[in-house]
């Protein structure tokens, strides 16, 4: 099974979207659980229109911040397998499908893949230069260079406990912070080559928002 995390601040405008996504998934053996982080908007009201059991909502009140979501999310996950879908992304319907396959193989512990960017109406806009081999993803990511696009991988909740999950004193960083730190434990990374995530670019999102301080970071593990 496949523990899908999705953390709710204010995303009201793309929320619906998002969640049918996952829910459209070919591959059925998944549970989508949503936590509200500070969520002051209609996001809620849109999620109670959705009426299926793989549906898991927890609503954490004013207590905002994404990583905090995440690690208590984590701790609710009852999948081998987690995945991180943002309230703004779009997932192709065979994401989980194409990535379970291979992750059935043992080889790795972080299986992500290719994305296209999108603009608010789905337009297409560019893609990122994401490679596919552990190596390169590994050497380029410890450059600064992130080669694992957030919504895109689904990695192992066991080792992600070991780690305890993700470091809520970092803003807008967190994701690439918790790649590096499975990158330093020896976990083995792969993208698969297709793009299985629209990942929307938009003036409110964290991609266009955020100031991060990247080489603090990786100071931390190199």
Request: include cysteine.
């Given at each position: 099974m496949v523990s899908v995390l999705l953390a709710v601040y204010n995303g009201e405008k793309y929320l619906r979207r998002s969640i049918e996504s996952v829910l459209n998934q070919t591959y059925?053996?998944?549970?989508?659980?949503?936590?509200?982080?500070?969520?002051?908007?209609?996001?809620?009201?849109?999620?109670?229109?959705?009426?299926?059991?793989?549906?898991r909502v927890f609503d954490y009140g004013m207590d905002s911040g994404k990583s905090k979501t995440l690690n208590k999310l984590l701790k609710e996950a009852n999948g081998e397998w987690l995945a991180m879908q943002d309230d703004d992304d779009i997932w192709v319907s065979k994401k989980l499908e194409?990535?379970?396959?291979?992750?059935?193989?043992?080889?790795?512990?972080?299986?992500?893949?290719?994305?296209?960017?999108?603009?608010?109406?789905?337009?297409i806009t560019g893609q990122p230069k994401l490679f596919t081999e552990h190596d390169k993803i590994v050497s380029l990511s410890m450059k600064g260079n992130n080669q694992i696009a957030n919504s895109s991988a689904i990695f192992r909740t066991s080792i992600t406990k070991e780690i305890n999950g993700w470091d809520e004193s970092l803003s807008g960083i967190e994701d690439f912070d918790f790649w590096l730190k499975l990158m330093k434990k020896g976990c083995r990374f792969v993208n698969l080559k297709k793009q299985l995530v629209l990942h929307r670019v938009h003036k409110d999102s964290n991609f266009n928002t955020k100031t991060h301080d990247i080489k603090s970071v990786i100071e931390k593990y190199n």
């Open positions: 059925e053996d998944f549970e989508l659980l949503i936590g509200f982080n500070g969520t002051i908007d209609g996001s809620k009201e849109i999620v109670e229109d959705f009426n299926d059991d793989r549906i194409l990535q379970m396959n291979l992750a059935t193989t043992g080889e790795y512990d972080v299986i992500g893949s290719r994305i296209f960017y999108c603009n608010e109406l789905e337009k």
